[in-house]
């Protein structure tokens, strides 16, 4: 294996999950709530009076933050040379694993894992060993 030194980036991966934190610690201190993005998007389907402001706050700043990136820091984002069809097929099975899982990688693997949650130690086991399981497949296997 080895790394592709024109697309590592340390410094910005490392800028992204001291932010990531960041808003885990204050929706935690503000809220009481853990951050889980597929369960605060789950949340705007049916919210609770006086809930749904920080949830659409925080979902907009997700999709907000790429945006941002480009113009801040001239970031670009990856190529994807896929049509529409298996997009939305992988959208929709990470649902159904975040449904199944009760919870998503950054609810479980963010979360979950500074409370030393054994639930969330297996669920962040089995997303990261289903991830390489599918690229091992995708690049070695099928490519």
């Given at each position: 294996?080895?790394?592709?030194?024109?697309?590592?980036t340390p410094l910005p991966a490392l800028a992204g999950g001291v932010l990531i934190g960041l808003a885990a610690?204050?929706?935690?201190?503000?809220?009481g709530r853990i951050l889980g993005a597929a369960g605060i998007l789950g949340g705007?389907?049916?919210p609770k009076p006086g809930k749904?402001?920080?949830r659409l706050a925080l979902i907009a700043g997700?999709?907000?933050?790429?945006?941002l990136a480009v113009l801040l820091f001239g970031a670009q984002g990856p190529v994807i040379n896929l049509s529409a069809t298996p997009l939305v097929i992988a959208g929709l099975l990470v649902g159904?694993?975040?449904?199944?899982?009760?919870?998503?990688?950054?609810?479980?693997?963010v979360c979950g894992l500074a409370?030393?949650?054994?639930?969330?130690?297996?669920?962040?086991?089995?997303?990261m060993a289903t991830g390489f399981l599918t690229v091992f497949i995708v690049r070695?296997?099928?490519?």
């Amino acid at each position: 294996m080895q790394i592709d030194w024109s697309h590592f980036t340390p410094l910005p991966a490392l800028a992204g999950g001291v932010l990531i934190g960041l808003a885990a610690t204050l929706l935690f201190l503000s809220e009481g709530r853990i951050l889980g993005a597929a369960g605060i998007l789950g949340g705007l389907v049916n919210p609770k009076p006086g809930k749904w402001l920080w949830r659409l706050a925080l979902i907009a700043g997700l999709f907000a933050s790429a945006p941002l990136a480009v113009l801040l820091f001239g970031a670009q984002g990856p190529v994807i040379n896929l049509s529409a069809t298996p997009l939305v097929i992988a959208g929709l099975l990470v649902g159904a694993g975040s449904r199944l899982a009760n919870g998503c990688t950054s609810g479980h693997g963010v979360c979950g894992l500074a409370r030393l949650s054994p639930r969330s130690a297996a669920a962040t086991a089995t997303f990261m060993a289903t991830g390489f399981l599918t690229v091992f497949i995708v690049r070695h296997l099928l490519g």
